[in-house]
């Protein structure tokens, strides 16, 4: 698997670095473990919140790659491949869609915010004034401009109904009948081809809007190091 390049960032390394000289100190059998520093709280924190960040990234990533990954003999819960196509591309637009909000979360906690994490939205972190016509609003605002276009996705998927188009809907067609019988059994090797030039499309659209995304991440990091140096002095 793929794995983001988003953990090679900077402020990783530099939050990395205070939370490891805590863990340094911390005894080896986990009892009686020292009271963080105020700065060693404060780049636990963010390093937690940046992982969250490219820790979905990574996901997105083996989403991309289990697309790929139906076995017929190895499914005993009765999924057959199209079933197994949405319920990955669903995961996906919700992995897809929720990086932008673990952004948000990680904003309030670089600039030391201290909103519950429900309350982490456009209004109380882009629009604040500490961030309002900063460099991190607005790549803020092209992080959530990006994830828009996706929102309707996840939302018919936890809303409404299952996510379908033409192409997948022709397969899911064959697939549900050829469970009931055999009649079409001289079909699956053709159907079988039509799933896979389907997958092999979706990875392809897939993979560049992940490539798309992280570009957005990094600069969103980029804009971010210099305000968590500043505060974790």
């Given at each position: 698997?793929?794995?983001?390049?988003?953990?090679?960032?900077?402020?990783?390394?530099?939050?990395?670095?205070?939370?490891?000289?805590?863990?340094?100190?911390?005894?080896?059998?986990?009892?009686?473990?020292?009271?963080?520093?105020?700065?060693?709280?404060?780049?636990?924190?963010?390093?937690?919140?940046?992982?969250?960040?490219?820790?979905?990234?990574?996901q997105?990533?083996?989403?991309?790659?289990?697309l790929?990954?139906?076995?017929?003999?190895?499914?005993?819960?009765?999924?057959?491949?199209?079933?197994?196509?949405?319920?990955?591309?669903?995961?996906?637009?919700l992995?897809?869609?929720?990086?932008?909000?673990?952004?948000?979360?990680?904003?309030?906690?670089?600039?030391r915010?201290?909103?519950?994490?429900?309350?982490?939205?456009n209004?109380?972190?882009?629009?604040?004034?500490?961030?309002?016509?900063?460099?991190?609003?607005?790549?803020?605002?092209?992080?959530?401009?990006?994830?828009?276009?996706?929102?309707?996705?996840?939302?018919?998927?936890?809303?409404?109904?299952?996510?379908?188009?033409?192409?997948?809907?022709?397969?899911?067609?064959?697939?549900?009948?050829?469970e009931?019988?055999?009649?079409?059994?001289?079909?699956?090797?053709?159907y079988?081809?039509?799933?896979?030039?389907?997958?092999?499309?979706?990875?392809?659209?897939?993979?560049?809007?992940?490539?798309?995304?992280?570009?957005?991440?990094?600069?969103?990091?980029?804009?971010?190091?210099?305000?968590?140096?500043?505060?974790?002095?």
């Amino acid at each position: 698997m793929k794995v983001s390049i988003v953990k090679e960032h900077k402020l990783k390394e530099l939050a990395g670095a205070i939370a490891r000289s805590y863990i340094r100190r911390c005894n080896s059998d986990g009892t009686d473990d020292p009271i963080p520093t105020s700065q060693e709280a404060y780049s636990i924190e963010v390093l937690l919140s940046f992982s969250y960040v490219s820790d979905c990234l990574d996901q997105l990533y083996l989403s991309i790659d289990m697309l790929s990954g139906f076995v017929a003999s190895k499914q005993k819960n009765g999924l057959n491949r199209h079933d197994y196509l949405v319920y990955s591309i669903e995961n996906y637009y919700l992995r897809l869609t929720s990086v932008y909000d673990r952004c948000l979360r990680l904003v309030n906690t670089v600039f030391r915010f201290g909103l519950p994490e429900k309350q982490c939205s456009n209004a109380t972190i882009v629009e604040n004034e500490y961030i309002k016509g900063t460099g991190v609003a607005v790549v803020l605002k092209e992080l959530d401009k990006f994830s828009t276009s996706f929102r309707q996705y996840r939302n018919q998927a936890a809303h409404q109904k299952p996510y379908s188009d033409e192409n997948l809907d022709k397969l899911g067609r064959f697939f549900y009948i050829r469970e009931l019988d055999d009649e079409f059994e001289y079909l699956d090797r053709f159907y079988k081809g039509e799933a896979d030039n389907f997958v092999k499309a979706k990875k392809t659209e897939f993979k560049s809007q992940l490539c798309e995304l992280e570009k957005k991440v990094l600069k969103l990091m980029d804009s971010l190091q210099g305000v968590y140096m500043e505060k974790s002095v």
